[in-house]
């Protein structure tokens, strides 16, 4: 069984920026693939980033590529978001997740583990 604790969220001015934590334990973070999703409020959730267990491959959803870095501290058992420039309409809560068989990466159902999300709202 694997435990994912998010942490980082807030409120914070359009163009400021956030890092987000999700520590793992009951497994190395180096042996799953680890995502972010979010949620709005009203809508489904969505695809983030994803960081894949070999090879440290990242994805991004395109409404973040550029903004969003997804990293891993193997020490640490720890998965991080760092945002920047945020806008508006990133606000949501943000959820972590790992997953043992992820293929995609970027499918809510691939995911076997998730936290309990971290809200983030972003004032303009």
């Known amino acids: 069984q694997v435990q994912l604790v998010e942490s980082g969220g807030g409120l914070v001015q359009a163009g400021g920026s956030l890092r987000l934590s999700c520590a793992a334990s009951g497994r190395a973070v180096v042996s799953l693939s680890m995502g972010w999703f979010r949620q709005a409020p009203g809508k489904e959730r969505e695809f983030v980033a994803a960081?894949?267990?070999?090879?440290?491959?990242?994805y991004y959803a395109d409404s973040v590529k550029g903004r969003f870095t997804i990293s891993r501290d193997n020490a640490k058992n720890t998965v991080y978001l760092q945002m920047n420039s945020l806008k508006p309409e990133d606000t949501a809560v943000y959820y972590c997740?790992?997953?043992?068989?992820?293929?995609?990466?970027?499918?809510?159902?691939?995911?076997?583990?998730w936290g309990q999300g971290t809200q983030v709202t972003v004032s303009s």
């Open positions: 997740a790992a997953g043992v068989t992820v293929v995609a990466g970027t499918i809510v159902n691939e995911y076997d583990y």
């Open positions: 960081i894949r267990w070999s090879g440290g491959t990242t």
